[in-house]
């Protein structure tokens, strides 16, 4: 069975995704531990497919599939939360909102779930059950086949449901975005449903942490040019920054202490 990451790992894996390759001796160092220590983090990050033994180090795997749910719902935890308070302030009272598959977007459910007014579209189960023991929020939610990995209902029966409705605001996360703004995911029915959303929406607001930014998924669909407004947790890497330039106006970067109100 899958485990959620440990704090460290988690601080571990996050230094994998930024640098590519960590060296285990690198890793003692930084966390101020013995290199068997490190050893013992690592392994279980590689036996659950979370990185990949490389000659004196760990690196990334070679992905062809995303994470478990239950195994990316703590990754970059802090960041998500901030990501979801920030973009919980931009949606008022009222409004109606489509929120798509993913981690980020079960943060901003969990941020709003207090909201009154409410009328939420949704193909997440998690999103559902977020905002359930709140009436004053309405509801709706795809019927389909369950993934049940991914606790969501993708592909054609997701895309009807997302075009029976018009919403105020589309909000959904990505799977990674390349260096020319190509949205990816890993499955070609997860970037239908992304797409209905968007297509429904009058404003489509990405949310995603920046680890997503040069982070490898196969299935290509959609751009950030089909983004009203992203919102990230931190500054874009340097080899985004004509992406940073272009979109300086789209771009919301949360504030480190930022909570919920």
């Known amino acids: ?41 690592v392994n279980a990050l590689c036996d659950q497919g979370l990185l990949r033994r490389i000659h004196g180090g ?24 901030r990501i979801a308070h920030a973009t919980a302030r931009f949606i008022p009272d009222g409004a109606s909102i489509m929120i798509g598959l993913g981690t980020t977007p079960e943060y901003v459910a ?42 969501d209902i993708v592909g054609e029966a997701a895309v009807r449901f997302f075009s029976g409705f018009r919403a105020d605001y589309g ?14 995911d890993f499955h070609s029915d997860e970037v239908k449903a992304r797409q209905a959303i968007v297509a429904n929406s009058r404003t489509a607001l990405l949310v995603a942490d920046i680890t997503k930014f040069g982070r490898n998924a196969t299935v290509r669909g959609g751009h950030l040019d089909d983004c009203h407004h992203f919102f990230t947790d931190g500054p874009l890497p340097l080899a985004f920054q004509p992406i ?12 480190p202490d930022l909570v919920a109100q």
């Open 1 to 41: 069975m899958l485990k959620t990451p440990t704090a460290r790992q988690a601080h571990i894996l996050e230094i994998v995704r930024e640098k590519g390759f960590a060296s285990i001796e690198h890793l003692a160092k930084h966390f101020d531990v013995t290199q068997q220590t490190i050893r013992r983090l």
């Open 58 to 81: 760990v690196g990334l795997p070679v992905q062809n599939q995303n994470l478990a749910y239950g195994s990316r719902q703590g990754l970059n935890a802090d960041a998500k939360r």
């Open 110 to 151: 969990q941020a709003l779930s207090r909201r009154q007014d409410l009328r939420v579209i949704t193909n997440n189960l998690n999103v559902a059950a977020a905002f359930a023991q709140n009436p004053d929020v309405e509801i709706s939610i795809a019927g389909g086949t369950l993934r049940p990995l991914d606790r």
């Open 171 to 184: 909000i959904f996360g990505v799977g990674g975005v390349d260096q020319d703004g190509t949205l990816l």
């Open 244 to 255: 940073t330039a272009r979109y300086a106006d789209r771009i919301h970067v949360t504030a």
